[in-house]
Structure formats: structure tokens, C-alpha cells
């Protein structure tokens, strides 16, 4: 199974940045996709943005388009969540997830232990 560790919150202004990280360890075959969600207090948790291993591709909600932007380092596999023009209602718990392939008919989504962003001033 994978383990993620998140890194890379923490408390910043409104209009600022943040960059969020998240390493994948364990054992699999491979790594289909990696992303972020966030949950914010009393809400349910929502894809922020996601990659996809085969083709490089990326998925971000709405409201973070053109503000956020996700990479990825496959040699590390490691994901990062570079946030800019922050705003408040960016605030929330960030979770990494990845999809990862165990064999040719069985695959796992693990999910870290997330890590906390608040936007205030």
C-alpha cells in the first residue's frame, strides 16, 4: 500500500503563496494519478487538482484556475500544490491522494493525514 506525507502548510495573508508537498512511499506497481483535496470546516471534501501519470495531463476546480498550480517529480514520486493569489476561502485541510496500481487487477487510492491552510489576515 502507499503512505503519503504531506508538507507545506501553514498560516499566510490574503494574496500570498504557499506550496504544498507530498511524497508517495510503499509498495506498487506504479502510480496512476496524485492530487489534492480540500475540506474546509463544515464541508465536504473537494478535488483541488490532480494529475494524471500516463499522459501528464492536470485537472484543477474552478476556483483555483489560474492560481494553483499541481506538478509532479516522478522520480521522487512526489507531488507538489504550488498556491498563489491565496484567499480566504482557500482555507481548509489539504489532502493528498494517489491512485496507485498493485498488479494488473487490483489497484489502491491512499490518502495522508493532511495538512492545514489557513488564509487570513
Known amino acids: 500500500q502507499v503512505q503519503l506525507v504531506e508538507s507545506g502548510g501553514g498560516l499566510v495573508q490574503p494574496g500570498g503563496s504557499l506550496r504544498l508537498s507530498c511524497a508517495a512511499s510503499g509498495t506498487f506497481l506504479r502510480i496512476n494519478t496524485m492530487g489534492w483535496y480540500r475540506q474546509a470546516p463544515g464541508r465536504q471534501r473537494a478535488l483541488v487538482a490532480a494529475t494524471i501519470s500516463r499522459n501528464s495531463s492536470t485537472n484543477y476546480a474552478d476556483s483555483v484556475k489560474g492560481r494553483f498550480t499541481i506538478s509532479r517529480d516522478n522520480a521522487k514520486n512526489t507531488v507538489y500544490l504550488q498556491m498563489n493569489s491565496l484567499k480566504p476561502e482557500d482555507t481548509g485541510t489539504y489532502y493528498c491522494?494517489?491512485?496507485?496500481?498493485?498488479?494488473?487487477?487490483?489497484?489502491?487510492?491512499?490518502w495522508g493525514q493532511g495538512t492545514q491552510v489557513t488564509v487570513s489576515s
Open positions: 491522494t494517489a491512485h496507485t496500481q498493485l498488479s494488473d487487477t487490483s489497484a489502491y487510492t491512499g
